[in-house]
């Protein structure tokens, strides 16, 4: 599940620690332009015994990646082996206006980043790296040329940690396919996936390490289990019509080029306009349905089971609660601990 904390994030994390007991698996931590997520993961690991705490994500550009490594490394051992790093570019508006850093060269960096982060978990020698965009130590003639060589002086809990990307886009789903340990994609239609993401995903499988499982896979979305509860798929207009409409600028905005992949090109235009004219409940109402049920898993018992499969089969290996609705006598424990039972 993504960690849920707008009414509190310590009421959050005891949310968590009772979801656990129902058998939750993974819960993903957001940082997105709030509180920073390693401080969250950190204190999520204090609070919980077996859960897999996952950033979802750390933007790379806000981090060196060697800091990048240690926060990872320290949250592993805080947690005794329980982080998984979840890494993506985020989005210019927030790299450039919030951060002030450039926003450049993804997938470059975001291949260097893993290298450097592998080595210094793999502690097998002094960290030096000489990449196109990172260079460790820095060259000479860059800086005072007093750097040199270190290796991290903790000993990483593990030598190697999960890596995950949240990756869209054909090159970078490429890239995450051949170097990452699992996928974060969004918006995701398992009916659909296969033609929207199936040859990157194939190429980039094709160049995978031999030393590196099978790709992982999460997705999901918001649940309901019901005969009268279609009505919960509302709730989930103002997210879609956020990335699709307002996660970035006209002719960059990777969640809306996504939908037009779709197929939804008109519906694509149509929201972006509204939201970005300041109609943020009109661009909410013009999200299809068809949709909203297509990245959903909610209905009767037997309906929901059908979308686990159907999710099973696209080759999702981790089922991504959004958010879990309760009908009648349910609780969110409930209803999560059926989940697990009816997986395929």
Known sequence: MQLAYSGGFKEAADTVAELEKAGLDLVWVAEAYGFDGASLMGYLAAKTETVQIASGILPIYTRTPT???????????????????????SGPQVIEGFHGVKYDAQIGRTREIIEICRDVWAREDKLVHDGKHYQLPLPEGVGTGLGKPLKIIAHPVRPRIPIWIASLGPKNVQLTAEVADGWMPILFDPAKAKDVWGDDLAAGKAKRADDLDDLWITAGGVVAIGDDVKGVLDFVRPMVALYVGGMGARGKNFYNSLFQRYGYEAEAKLI??????????????????????????VGPEGYVKERLAAFAEAGVTHLNVNYIAPVGDQTPASVLSNLKEWAP
């Open 67 to 89: 800091l990048l490594a240690m926060t990872a490394a320290g949250v592993d051992a805080l947690s005794d082996g329980r982080c998984h790093l979840g890494l993506g570019a």
């Open 272 to 297: 972006q306009d509204l939201y970005l004219d300041g109609k943020k409940k009109e661009a909410a109402e013009a999200v299809p349905m068809e949709f909203l049920e297509a990245i959903s898993l």
